[in-house]
């Protein structure tokens, strides 16, 4: 079974959205007001893979996700991208897989940027 999505909890989504299409550069899939007065925004990574979902609920703690990985093709360009914005983000480590560096959102919720060399 491939991973369709995964939910990120966020104290406020419109402020979450902002980060996440401004700063890493994902797409909205969807927005749509829901019946319990939140919104399902769901957003695409760039390149595509597993939906990102931005929850406000009070059964996931906000920023509570860690080590979710990103495949970044020009890790070194949005390191560059997410500092000219004003974001702060770790300089890059080299492992025997390829480089990387983490970033956390508004939130807290920590990701790992990652260009991985090839097998």
């Known amino acids: ?7 990120i909890p ?14 890493l550069g994902f797409a909205i899939d969807r ?10 925004i769901q957003l695409q990574p760039p390149g595509g893979g597993p939906f990102v979902t931005l929850t406000s609920t009070s059964t ?6 860690l080590g979710l990985v990103f495949d ?5 360009a949005l390191i560059a ?8 983000v770790d300089d890059p ?7 990387y560096t983490t970033i956390r959102d ?3 919720n920590g990701w790992v940027l990652a260009t991985r060399k090839p097998h």
């Open 10 to 23: 966020v104290s406020d989504q419109q402020v979450a959205k902002a980060f996440y299409v401004d700063v």
């Open 93 to 99: 480590a080299e492992q025997v897989w390829g480089r």
């Open 60 to 65: 996931m703690t906000h920023g509570s996700v």
């Open 31 to 40: 927005e749509t007001d829901m019946p319990n007065g939140t919104t399902w």
């Open 81 to 88: 991208k997410i500092r000219s914005l004003g974001h702060a």
């Open 72 to 76: 970044v093709p020009e890790l070194d």
């Open 1 to 7: 079974m491939p991973i369709a999505g995964v939910s």
């Open 106 to 108: 508004p939130d807290g």
